[in-house]
């Protein structure tokens, strides 16, 4: 029997998570597969639950449930889509108006008919100052959509029509043959005009719509229930176009931000997906539990925003120093372990795109740009503080590279920790010095990585301007020609590292623990779980994990 301590802990930790244990609303991972109803770490609240508000993947994963774009990813390939609210679509000959047809049976999950009308309202909603979308700038690529965000057009004027209920039309700014990729992420996706508008302003930030009893959405799944610091469980969407095809019965999102609980309760068998893994336990799993975690390649750059507006961060050389003095491999091998890539830019390999390679590790030139800076060996230099949010793997990284920092060019730095929606909130008001960040890909272009530090856009966040860089972008929309826009996307990269608001570390993999009874769990680039393909088998095959996942 524990020591009563320990037991206590356990019960506590299970409590929070929402878990099998001590009075909450009890279901394991084989219950769960009997039940069809997927657990998975989702690691931090969602702030929001405003689709067009949320700017973090925690937040995506649960939207990916709740609603349904034009169009969706492919299951099996990056580089391709298939139907979502739309059944077919087709563009003009320079790829620079299209049209999208909608389901025939398209509702609303409670029951309310869905037409293009919405689409259109919801990119209208979007575009307004007053809601303070913090992805407004993708839907730029509108015509007029950006003059719209400005108030200096008429909602009229927008690039978004509706031919009939069952038709929509949008006019971009320029030819843009990917456009079905870009449709994929939820900033296009559509929001309820016709319960937002019932419950209070459009734009009222404490308008309750999405409070768990009104929520209203159009995806495979509709909110069930959401128990704050517990868990939000998602049911199945009844009025979905393609419920038929839907093979889950619902879906449990927990937020456990430690790493070290998440990995204890996925081995206890609580959980179907974890959203991480220890770094200190990944070897062994790659070793030992093969078919237990899973190791795949993200589409995913990790970095340290600057904020350029801090005294002595301000002047390029420092950053640069900054950059130049990481030792990338070291933190790979050391401390990271899980086949990550060093980043010598922004963007992760893609095909046909030719990589920025910026910075390396350079001692000498890091020290030089230093002294040039005025703080030779670090001399004068004011200390400075790493933000970063509260789990084991952020902090194990900001600690290595507080080391380096201070080994290598004499400068002394300190580590701040806050919960994940404080320190996306600090982000945002430029209340930081520097901040450990990752983005991972919206869809599958290099732009993704490069658009998102446009001046003043809602994701840049360093206070960085640079027109040259903002003219490359707009350009980069404008070109036709597929190779010459990629070539253009380059140059404007070269910009942001010379200028360095950000500082690339590692190219990133995503390193999971999957139970055995999940079937069809994605290993692809851009890690979103595409819930309506997941399916949970039971009884749970044969696992190299069994005596510990089936201790319950």
Sequence with gaps: MPPLRLLFLLCSVLATAGLTGCGADPINARE?????????????????????????????????????????????????????????????????????????????????????????????????????????????????GLPLYEGKVKEEELGARALDDATLELTLVGPTPHFPLIACHTSWWPVPRHVIEKHGGIYDVMNPWTDEDKLVGNGPFKLKRYL??????????????????????????YSIDDDAVEERLFRRGQLHATYSTPLSRIPDYLKNHPDIVSNYTNCASWYFRVNTTRPALSDVRVRRALAFALDRKSIIDNVLRARQQPAAGMVPPMAGYTQVKEFSFDLPQAKRLLAEAGFPEGKGFPKFNILISKNEASRQIAEAVQAMWRQNLGISVGVTQQDFSVYLTSQQKLDYDICWAGWNADYFDPATFIDMWMTDGGNNETGWSNKDFDQLLADAKQCADAQERLAILTKAEGILMRDSPVLPLYFGTRTRLIHPAVKHWPQRLLDNPVWYHLDLVYPPPASSMDAELNRN
């Excluded at 049911?235 to 449990?252: F, I």
Aim: aromatic share 12%; charged share 30%.
């Design 32 to 144: 769960g597969a009997r039940e069809k109803i997927f657990l998975i770490n989702n690691k931090a609240e969602p702030r929001f639950l405003d689709l067009q508000r949320c700017n973090s993947v925690t937040e995506h994963h649960i939207m990916l449930s709740l609603y349904q774009g034009l169009v969706s990813e492919n299951r099996d390939s990056d580089k391709d889509v298939e139907p979502g609210m739309a059944e077919k679509w087709e563009a003009n000959a320079d790829k620079s108006v299209w049209t999208f047809h909608l389901q025939k049976n398209a509702k609303w999950s409670d029951g309310t008919p869905f037409t293009a009308h919405d689409f259109v309202w919801s990119y209208r909603r979007m575009l307004r100052k007053e809601l303070g979308a913090q992805y407004a700038e993708m839907l730029y690529l509108l015509k007029n």
């Design 228 to 253: 704050f610091r517990q868990y939000l469980q998602v049911e199945r969407n009844p009025h979905y176009w393609d419920a038929a095809n839907v093979k889950l019965d619902g879906v449990r999102f």
